[in-house]
């Protein structure tokens, strides 16, 4: 596939060639230029970049954790590393992940627009995304040492430690607002920039999911922002807030920085989720099933999950009333979760499947996320809660949602999206091979937590008892193999994009508007303008009988 | 649901927004008045309810939410619903014995 | 397909109303900032009522009511702006915006001196006199220096954007069929007097 290039009229020069700005070439071109695509590119190399630094970090803590006692790294630069890694891989990675990269280059192709509504906007929200992961960077280099509180920056404690919490907090107050930028933005494109034709149930599910989680973005991230400008306040100025010695109280904090963190969570699972309903029609060749459902489940999942945060906090010392609230609402979060992968699944039922590399990382974001949903669950229940809260069963479940689910979801997205984006093709075979590797190596990685965790191993400890050897070396092993794994997929990725055989406008057989335009897309991405009748996944032409799917 | 590409602007006469400017002067007249009297715990609750009431009119006549759009009125009530289940929710917690 | 088909399909780029939309998007961002704040107010004046009884009558409530009546009155004036801009009487427009910035900066002169004030009596975060006191009065006077501090950055925030105005409409980016920027600065300025209707109250008036 992919060698048969369809007979395109004339081809005209794509947006990599054509720049926006008066500097034809260079840089300049590039990181003055307004054009959605390119911003999503410049993302996609930053994010990248971010990326690789935070998978070394967290390689060097398994690494630490082969034996008992100091192996490679004293205690210090231990609490400083899962510090960084948590910042890095949330702040910079997992949340601007796909909206940012694949919002930003698809959602105007998708809803037949020219750009987003505020395409100097955009460019700032990149700018402030940079700025955010300067000051990221300069919290590890400054003299001081990197914060280590924990990507929570739990108080007392952020504010009493030496370390450079500052430059942490303020990159991530900064990565907020670049995060709330792209939210309202999108929100504005959503409503201003459709198509006349493409009305609101035309629109795929990525920009679904990416509308609702726009919403979130907008409504909750201030809530941190403030939060964490509020610490820093009282670090700097010793204005007393969340200090109890000055009467404040540490488990308001708790509450304030996780009505923002979990609604967070949903920021970065919903558009995997949306990925997904994107790739599963197209390699099943079926309508999606149950359009509206998982249309409306998203935003079901982002008013639920705005109600759910205090599940965080079970052990915190909160009032009996407010963790048996909490504790329901955590269940009913889990039914649009549930809807979701009923439709996907019932996509595939009597669809002619195609095991290409985008649909086997779909494979792999199903299972896992439904390991990590179930553990979920058994978090959200009370009683477990207490016995499993701050044991490496946290972390388990959390890397399998987060890595396992919206991890695996960029990665399917890269497979999916990298040859539109730059009309080129990556090796087929090795791409499988690494997905195998990947897979294989992230639930060695992950699955000894959970036994370990369910045994008591407390999560963040630099030292154990020897009996918990035996899992952690498995784990460790199994992040050699997920980094093996990672090493040849993004080297094939990237020998793809600069030599692999030019790909044709659709490579994959997709029905939604992106791939009904040139590859690589033109400047303003349509020629003319496009022909919207039916909904994004009508693959009857495939399909034999008479659907009552719409 | 898809809004009308429309543009007509909406002119308000310097009149109204006087009378609106002297409605929520007087509002604030009786808000420090009433805050002297002991009302007890509706102390608060009153002084919050005259608020809300002054922010409705500058909502409404001063950034012209009255004229807008049906999206813009239900975008304004999705954010102060999250809002209130925000602060509400907290509440849980607070308001019961820990 | 013809080209006036392709720009009927897509309207040259100026939309007024989505500028307005995402306005008011960036407005609810503002709002839960600040509300973020108000939790942090609610729950600590409801653990702590008496403390923040006695820590109020500190503020002279001469000043916050001063304060309140020049919000509003430049809130009416900034939308005047509008209206006189829209019809077309550009000088009265620019006048009244200057009217709006001059209660803006009646604003900021009163709030320089009520700090200074408190200051000069010792009440400042870290101040021994502030440590002596008990914890609610610490939280009280915690959280009215980062809430009126922040709605003061607002305050400049927002003459900063009227100044940009102010530029524009001399330059003729701005003028009476095309104003919507006028209007966004006019909604960010209704904003900052919208948070301190509820500031004044929370903070000037627990008697």
């Not at chain 1, 792999?364 to 016995?387: C, D, E, K, R, Y």
């Not at chain 1, 994959?508 to 991405?525: D, S, V």
């Not at chain 2, 590409?5 to 609106?20: D, P, Q």
């Not at chain 3, 653990?47 to 009511?65: D, V």
Request: aromatic content about 18%; overall charge positive; hydrophobic content about 50%.
């Amino acid at each position: 596939m992919a060698k048969t290039a369809m007979p395109e009229e004339k081809v005209e020069p794509s947006y990599l060639e054509v720049s926006t700005n008066k500097y034809k070439k260079g840089i300049l071109s590039w990181i003055l230029s307004v054009d959605h695509k390119r911003i999503g590119i410049m993302y996609l190399f930053s994010m990248m970049a971010f990326f690789t630094v935070a998978v070394f970090f967290g390689f060097l803590i398994r690494l630490e954790l082969i034996a008992p006692g100091r192996t490679i790294i004293d205690a210090q630069t231990y609490n400083q590393l899962f510090t960084l890694h948590g910042i890095i891989m949330i702040f910079l990675f997992i949340i601007p992940g796909l909206p940012a990269v694949f919002g930003n280059f698809f959602l105007p192709i998708m809803i037949g627009a020219k750009d987003v509504i505020f395409p100097r906007l955009n460019l700032m929200s990149w700018y402030m995304f940079v700025f955010g992961g300067l000051f990221a960077v300069a919290s590890m280099l400054l003299p001081g040492g990197s914060a280590d509180t924990g990507w929570m920056f739990y108080v007392p404690y952020s504010v009493r430690t030496n370390t450079n919490v500052l430059p942490a907090l303020i990159a991530a107050f900064i990565l907020g607002f670049s995060s709330i930028l792209t939210g309202l933005n999108f929100i504005t494109t959503i409503h201003r920039m459709r198509h006349p034709d493409m009305s609101w149930f035309k629109m795929p599910l990525f920009v679904w999911s990416l509308y609702a989680t726009a919403w979130i973005q907008v409504l909750a991230t201030p809530i941190i922002g403030i939060t964490l400008a509020l610490v820093g306040i009282e670090r700097v100025l010793g204005v007393g807030i969340f200090d109890p010695a000055l009467g404040g109280d540490p488990v308001l904090y708790q509450h304030l920085f996780w009505i923002y963190s979990h609604p967070a969570v949903y920021i970065m699972i919903l558009p995997a989720m949306g990925v997904v309903s994107e790739i599963i029609p197209v390699f099943s060749r079926r309508s999606i099933f149950g359009y509206k459902f998982i249309a409306f489940s998203s935003l079901a999942i982002a008013f639920f999950g705005s109600l759910v945060w205090a599940h965080h906090m079970f052990t915190a010392g909160m009032s009996d009333t407010a963790q048996f609230v909490f504790s329901f609402i955590t269940y009913v979060v889990s039914i649009p979760s549930a809807i979701k992968v009923f439709n996907w699944l019932s996509t595939m039922y009597k669809g002619s499947i195609k095991l290409d590399p985008p649909f086997l990382y779909v494979m792999s974001f199903i299972v896992q996320f439904s390991i990590g949903g179930f553990t979920g669950l058994m978090l959200g229940a009370l009683s477990l809660n207490i016995h499993l809260q701050d044991t490496s069963f946290v972390v388990a479940h959390f890397h399998y949602v987060m890595f396992g689910g919206t991890g695996f979801g960029i990665f399917a997205a890269m497979h999916y999206w990298l040859p539109k984006m730059f009309g080129r093709m990556y090796n087929l075979k090795v791409a499988t091979w690494a997905w195998g590797i990947v897979t294989v190596g992230y639930n060695a990685l992950y699955m000894p937590m959970f036994i370990m965790g369910y045994l008591g191993m407390p999560r963040r400890y630099y030292d154990y008892l020897p009996q918990f050897q035996p899992y952690h070396v498995a784990s460790t092993i199994g992040s050699w193999i997920l980094i093996i794994g990672l090493i040849i997929m993004f080297t094939n990725l990237w020998i793809g994009m600069r030599k692999g055989p030019k790909t044709s406008m659709n490579p994959w057989g997709g029905e939604t508007l992106e791939w009904k335009i040139q590859t690589p897309p033109i400047l303003e991405n349509f020629r003319e303008v496009p022909d919207i009748h039916a909904g994004p996944y009508d693959y009857s032409k495939y399909e034999t009988k008479k659907e009552t799917t719409k | 649901m898809s809004e009308h590409r429309h543009e007509e602007s909406h002119v308000i006469e310097y009149g109204n927004y006087i009378f609106i400017w002297l409605g929520l002067l007087a509002f604030t007249g009786i808000t420090v008045t009433v805050s002297g009297i002991d009302f007890g715990n509706w102390t608060i609750v009153i002084a919050l309810f005259i608020a809300c009431v002054k922010s409705w009119y500058v909502l409404n006549y001063f950034m012209h939410m009255k004229y807008e759009d049906k999206v813009f009125k239900l975008f304004i009530v999705t954010a102060l619903v999250t809002f209130i289940i925000f602060l509400g929710f907290t509440f849980w917690d607070y308001s019961f014995v820990r | 397909m013809s080209s006036t088909e392709y720009a009927a399909a897509y309207p040259a780029h100026r939309d007024d109303y989505g500028s307005r939309m995402g306005m008011w998007l960036f407005l609810f961002t503002e709002l839960i900032l600040f509300g973020g704040l108000f939790i942090v107010y609610a729950v600590y004046r409801y653990m702590h009522q008496q403390e923040f009884h006695m820590a109020a009558q500190e503020l002279n409530t001469t000043i916050g009511l001063t304060n309140t009546i020049a919000l509003l009155t430049s809130s009416m004036t900034a939308a005047m702006s509008i209206t006189a801009m829209q019809k077309g009487n550009v000088r009265f427009s620019k006048g009244l915006i200057w009217i709006t910035i001059g209660f803006a900066f009646v604003f900021m002169v009163n709030k320089f001196f009520e700090w200074s004030a408190k200051i000069q009596h010792g009440i400042f975060p870290g101040s021994k006199d502030l440590l002596a006191k008990p914890n609610g009065e610490i939280l009280y006077f915690g959280l009215y220096y980062v809430m009126t501090g922040l709605h003061t950055l607002h305050v400049i925030i927002g003459v900063i954007f009227f100044l940009f105005i102010l530029r524009q409409i001399k330059q003729g980016k701005i003028h009476s069929t095309r104003y919507v920027r006028l209007e966004n600065s006019a909604l960010y300025w209704h904003l900052v007097d919208l948070i301190w209707i509820f500031l004044f109250p929370l903070f000037y008036l627990i008697h």
